[in-house]
């Protein structure tokens, strides 16, 4: 129940404070579990806490994960945007439509945190959200 919670509070632009947005609102889905930049995330990544965010998981053949992105590895701009917190992430996603592609410029532990800007194109958002039937999120590394 947490994986759909998430989901749907950090991807199909909902708010912990109002409820849903309406059915139909035409925002973009990523499909991506997000959570704060944690300490240790960032010391390794040479991002000061509160200047990225931290990808926990990715919905499986989701847009995110389709794009390339994986748990651990660190966003900070998205769409010419620096994301600070994950609420910073919904925000410019759900000005988005599905089939927008938007750019992400993220930082991957794999890689030695080198910066790299990655396209995605986002989706609509799967019926089992909206249901509660949300599959897993893919197995973290």
Request: hydrophobic letters at 50%.
């Amino acid at each position: 129940m947490r994986w759909l919670a998430i989901v749907a509070v950090l991807v199909l632009g909902w708010s912990l404070a109002g409820g849903a947005a309406e059915a139909g609102s035409g925002g973009g889905f990523l499909g991506v579990q997000l959570v704060a930049l944690t300490p240790e995330a960032a010391a390794n990544s040479g991002i000061p806490v509160g200047g990225a965010v931290l990808v926990d998981a990715t919905l499986p053949d989701s847009p995110a994960a389709k794009a390339g992105l994986a748990a651990g590895q660190v966003i900070m701009v998205v769409d010419g945007e620096r994301v600070a917190a994950p609420d910073d992430v919904v925000r410019v996603v759900s000005r988005h439509r599905p089939g927008d592609v938007i750019n992400l410029l993220i930082k991957d532990p794999e890689y030695g945190y080198m910066a790299s800007t990655i396209r995605a194109t986002l989706g609509e958002p799967p019926a089992a959200i909206e249901s509660g039937d949300a599959p897993a999120p893919a197995p973290k590394n």
